[in-house]
């Protein structure tokens, strides 16, 4: 253990060197940095803003032999309650780059999915318009291939630049990406994606508006956006809607502490309060098991658990 908090403040000191004392923080509260508003702490917590420190970060944590963990906005992970040991790596700063040219978007991992769709609008290019009112990062939203309403991003990605483990630089097309359902070529390479390029199409400004007006009533009036959450909390059963077997199974409220399956949408885990994540980890068996019994289907979670209970 004390050799284990040597790494820690050598690696401290050494990512200190070059980012500010502000972007480098020991014993950070993860509730702080996930939209379920829960998360016990992380040894370190880094924010690199450009790519050169993201490289230097990375490679500065390989180094050292610290485990690392990378997120995003916190949107759809589950934090457990004793936080996270090692290196926590957000990206949710990287936000050098959103520029555009002809049809094509150049954006950082960091932007908000809502402020790129609002960006790709302005500029009068469609193709963006599902991912109005999905929550997270960029980069998060390509690491999951994020998708809503028939639209997901491996429509639109053309190419990724990510930072591998050792602090290497590398290039992706979108042929090259794996996509797939909730999924990408970067589940299984972990290696963390820093920048995106888009291609869309020119389109009229007042239909793509009207269409993210639509989504974003839509999304407003269906999901419990009032409280903290991590998104949809199970992947969509083959044949099924999850939301709907739960609600059927008679689930629409249950809670465990102040974890609470939402009644406004029973595909929702939500905070209510103050949950701790053995709360909701409780609340997610006890639904699994449920829905199985009464309908014979396994839900499997969308959302990512991390850390020690």
Same mark, same amino acid.
């Given at each position: 253990m004390?050799m284990?908090?040597?790494?820690?403040?050598?690696?401290?000191?050494?990512?200190?060197?070059?980012?500010?004392?502000?972007?480098?923080?020991?014993?950070?509260?993860?509730?702080?940095?996930?939209?379920?508003?829960?998360?016990?702490?992380?040894?370190?917590f880094v924010?690199?803003?450009?790519?050169d420190e993201?490289?230097?970060?990375?490679?500065?944590i390989?180094?050292?032999?610290?485990?690392?963990?990378?997120?995003?906005?916190?949107?759809?992970?589950?934090?457990?309650?004793?936080?996270i040991?090692?290196?926590v790596?957000s990206?949710?700063?990287?936000?050098?780059?959103?520029?555009?040219?002809?049809?094509?978007?150049?954006?950082?991992?960091?932007?908000?999915?809502?402020?790129?769709?609002?960006?790709?609008?302005?500029?009068?290019l469609?193709?963006?318009e599902?991912?109005?009112?999905?929550?997270?990062?960029?980069?998060g939203?390509?690491?999951?291939?994020?998708?809503?309403?028939?639209?997901?991003?491996?429509?639109?990605?053309?190419?990724?630049?990510?930072?591998?483990?050792?602090?290497?630089?590398?290039?992706?097309?979108?042929?090259?990406?794996?996509?797939?359902?909730?999924?990408?070529?970067?589940?299984?390479?972990?290696?963390?994606?820093?920048?995106?390029?888009?291609? @869309?199409?020119?389109?009229?400004?007042?239909?793509?508006?009207?269409?993210?007006?639509?989504?974003?009533?839509k999304?407003?009036?269906?999901?419990?956006?009032?409280?903290?959450?991590?998104?949809?909390?199970?992947?969509?059963p083959?044949?099924?809607?999850?939301g709907t077997?739960?609600?059927?199974?008679?689930?629409k409220g249950?809670?465990?502490?102040?974890?609470q399956?939402?009644?406004?949408?029973a595909?929702?885990v939500?905070?209510?309060?103050?949950?701790?994540?053995?709360?909701?980890?409780?609340?997610?068996?006890?639904?699994?098991?449920?829905?199985?019994?009464?309908?014979?289907?396994? @839900?499997?979670?969308?959302?990512?658990?991390?850390?020690?209970?």
């Open positions: 004390e284990k908090k040597l790494n820690i403040e050598a690696l401290h000191a050494e990512l200190l060197t070059q980012l500010p004392v502000e972007r480098v923080r020991k014993q950070e509260e993860l509730k702080y940095h996930t939209t379920f508003k829960i998360g016990g702490p992380a040894d370190i924010e690199p803003i450009s790519m993201l490289s230097f970060t990375l490679k500065t390989k180094t050292h032999n610290i485990p690392l963990t990378v997120i995003g906005s916190g949107s759809n992970i589950l934090v457990k309650d004793k936080g040991r090692g290196a790596v990206v949710k700063e990287m936000m050098q780059i959103m520029d555009c040219k002809d049809q094509t978007l150049y954006v950082g991992a960091g932007y908000m999915l809502k402020d790129v769709s609002e960006f790709a609008w302005s500029q009068g469609t193709g963006l599902f991912a109005i009112g999905i929550p997270g990062t960029l980069g939203a390509v690491f999951m291939n994020a998708g809503a309403y028939d639209g997901e991003m491996s429509h639109v990605v053309s190419r990724v630049r990510a930072v591998a483990f050792d602090g290497t630089i590398k290039e992706y097309d979108v042929k090259d990406l794996d996509f797939g359902y909730r999924h990408s070529v970067f589940h299984d390479n972990h290696e963390v994606i820093a920048e995106i390029v888009m291609t @869309l199409t020119e389109g009229n400004q007042e239909a793509i508006k009207a269409r993210m007006d639509e989504l974003t009533e999304r407003e009036s269906k999901q419990p956006l009032e409280f903290a959450s991590a998104g949809s909390t199970f992947k969509r083959t044949g099924y809607y999850a077997l739960i609600e059927q199974t008679g689930l249950f809670s465990v502490g102040d974890a399956v939402s009644e406004k949408h595909g929702f939500i905070n209510t309060g103050n949950a701790s994540a053995h709360d909701v980890l409780t609340l997610i068996k006890e639904v699994q098991q449920r829905v199985h019994d009464a309908h014979g289907v396994h @839900l499997e979670p969308e959302v990512r658990m991390i850390g020690e209970d």
